[in-house]
């Protein structure tokens, strides 16, 4: 038993070498989210969280947006469900 | 009909070298096209001298034949590219200049070469100046996608978009305004922003309420013939977010139903954003090839940003890869002009994707504005990222973190 703990401790240690040493080729190529966590996208999911009227919902743009609006009162709230994908601000002349 | 590189381009990709082609998105796969923009330059020439223009021909009267605008658009219908519509816009240079005779006239012959079961919307961004009664009654015809240019009241506006003469242009550009409200032709406007914008939120707002329903901001960028723009000599990020959040508190404030792409565009993105969503490309429309295709009064064409259209770059040359009268798109995308500006532009994409927070949001920035500001494709951050991406994107956050504050708290409130 001491010894498969002794070889458990072993394998553990090379595994964690293999993988936070810097010159690992396993290690995954996931550039800055690897060394960081992404502090916008935390704020991301606590909005969505927040906002979101069924957490449970993995259905892209389902909000109850005109309550919201209301209550936000802000008329022209965009209707977000409409938009063609949820990176088209970025393109060059899409309005 | 999407022209992939997994499909109908299987026979070019067999004769190339797939390892330099073929680029690292998050779902693998490689996409060119499906075209979204065709833009054609129907005259370099502009009636206007702004102080900012990027356009470095726009003394050049020659405009693009009927013939050309054509083959232009038999180009990307036999290349594959397009799958039930696109747009064409007619930019880079001031198009009013060549009359509405000539877009009747290529209108009408680019509706004979169109299959059935493609459409076209035709998309004109104007100066404004010439518009009158008839080109109004132009644009009602064929339901012309219009935009203005208009940089707010006439003392932001006349400092810099002025006649050959120096002189102011607001009185013409704000009747022609009026003139297609009064018409009922809707269209947006472009606004160009400087630092001198940033002080006046309020009246700019209120210039702008009732006039538009959707406003576009661009920060004066470095481009092209523009070499250089106050907005981005220094970090103006916090100035910049300062101005957004103020232009939405006052368009509240007014219950104004004006649009701001800078404002809802990334409120919609972070809304939508997944985690997990299938995305079909880790690229966005600038730094795809062939979403964009640039076609100048020649025929000789570029893709990615349409501000490389006329640019020149000693690595680059003119970034035309073809010309719509004598090339295949087998030939133009095996071209060595096409390979080396992609190949760059997909490292400097890879590059933003490892090092920015802000690339879901973004998707690899704009090919022109990293080789008009760092002289490279293949960079990642530039100071109009900074301004237009990053801090538009800030500002998103401030705004529903604000909602969703406030409803955490109004829910809190109704369980006591």
Known sequence: MRRIRKISTLLASILGLAIFSPSSDAAPDTGKAAEHPNELLIRVEKIQDALRDDPASETRGKWKLPPLAQWYNWPNWPNFNDWRNWNNWNNWYNY | ?416
């Open chain 2, 1 to 416: 009909m999407l022209a992939r590189l997994s499909r109908g381009n299987r026979s070019w990709l067999k004769n190339s070298s797939p390892e330099n082609l073929v680029c690292s998105t998050r779902s693998g796969q490689v996409l060119f096209g499906p075209l979204e923009l065709l833009i054609l330059q129907g005259t370099p020439f502009c009636n206007l001298d702004c102080d900012y223009c990027y356009l470095p021909e726009r003394d050049n009267r020659s405009h693009m034949s009927v013939e050309t605008a054509v083959a232009a658009v038999q180009f990307v219908l036999s290349a594959g590219l397009v799958d039930k519509e696109f747009t064409v816009v007619w930019h880079a240079g001031e198009p009013l200049v060549l009359g509405v005779d000539y877009y009747e006239s290529c209108i009408e012959a680019i509706d004979t070469v169109l299959p059935p079961n493609v459409s076209v919307t035709h998309s004109i961004q104007t100066n404004g100046v010439l518009i009158d009664e008839q080109w109004c009654d132009f644009f009602e015809r064929h339901g012309i996608s219009l935009g203005l240019s208009i940089d707010g009241p006439a003392h932001l506006h006349d400092v810099h978009r002025r006649t050959r003469n120096g002189k102011g242009t607001h009185v013409r550009v704000h009747a022609a305004g009026e003139m297609l409200r009064a018409r009922g032709i809707d269209f947006h406007v472009i606004a160009v922003v400087t630092p001198e914008t940033l002080k006046h939120p309020k009246e700019f707002i209120e210039y702008f309420d009732g006039l538009t329903q959707s406003l576009c901001l661009n920060v004066e960028e470095i481009e092209c013939d523009n070499a250089a723009s106050e907005i981005l000599a220094t970090d103006r990020s916090v100035d910049y977010a300062g101005f957004l959040y103020q232009l939405h508190c006052a368009r509240v404030e007014l219950a104004s139903r004006l649009s701001i792409r800078e404002i809802d565009g990334p409120i919609t993105s972070i809304l939508q954003y997944r985690k997990t969503s299938e995305k079909s490309s880790a690229f966005n429309q600038e730094n795809t090839p062939f979403r964009i295709l640039n076609v100048n009064v020649e025929g000789d064409f570029s893709t990615f940003s349409p501000e490389l259209l006329g640019s020149r770059h000693p690595d680059y040359g003119d970034f035309f890869i073809g010309n719509v009268h004598t090339s295949s798109f087998e030939s133009c995308t095996a071209s060595p002009a096409f390979r080396s500006q992609w190949s760059a532009i997909r490292e400097g994409v890879d590059n933003c994707a490892k090092s920015c927070d802000y690339f879901d949001f973004c998707m690899g920035g704009s090919p022109s504005n990293k080789l008009a500001e760092l002289h490279k494709l293949d960079a990642t951050e530039t100071a109009f990222c900074r301004l237009q991406k990053k801090t538009c994107t800030d500002v998103g956050l401030r705004i529903l973190e604000d909602i969703s504050g406030n409803r955490l708290r109004q829910a809190a409130l109704n369980d006591k």
